[in-house]
């Protein structure tokens, strides 16, 4: 018999980590992790790890990105900013869990890839942006919620100020060695801490317009 998608190996590691929002699973389980991933990865794919995708970026545990998603708290309406796109894995994910995506990247390369990448899977409603992302992407702003793939000191004030009031924001802080996936919330125009989830290691947020692709 044919295995359902619903028991992928990568849906029931992310059960083991915690996971039970039967929509974040389902996103897991709709998309394939091999669409955004280097050729010579496919045969990984499947293992909870993290995966190199080039420009010295990784694409990060499957697990610990369905955990992050999770905890944005999401019902399926809402507008939502990535910050970190790689290949676009998590925004194809995001984009069975909100009605608007828009992901910024500050690689050149790694952009193009994920709009070909996202087409070829046949998402829609995804937004891809080159960019810094420290910056966010203010013309389509506010966000429901924010969520960071790269690690940051601390929350650039320009993503804060691109919150909607009640608006969740999800970013691995900290210095090297001592990060934190942390969850914030808008309220009454300012950036509160919410909850500490996880201890992690995320390539670093850097400040940058147009690097070299």
Known sequence: MARRRSQT????????????DERVLAAVAAVP?????????????????????GSGQTTSQPSLIAAMLEALELEGHERVLEVGTGLGYEAALLSHLAAEV???????SLA???RERLAAAGIDGVTVHVGDGTQGVPDHA????????AATPEVPPALAAQLEDGGRLLAPVGPEG??????????????????????????????????PA
């Open 102 to 108: 828009h992901t910024v990247e500050r690689h050149a």
């Open 9 to 20: 190996p990568l849906v029931a590691a992310a059960r083991r980590a915690g996971v039970t």
């Open 178 to 211: 001592d990060q934190q996936v942390i969850r914030y919330r808008a309220t009454a125009g300012e950036l509160r801490f919410d909850r500490r989830l996880v201890p992690v290691r995320f390539v670093p947020l850097v400040p940058d317009v147009r690097p």
């Open 112 to 114: 193009a890839q994920a």
């Open 142 to 149: 506010p966000y429901a919620a924010i969520i960071v793939a």
């Open 33 to 53: 992790r091999t669409a955004f991933v280097p050729a010579e990865m496919a045969e990984r794919v499947d293992d909870d790890r993290p995966l190199q995708i």
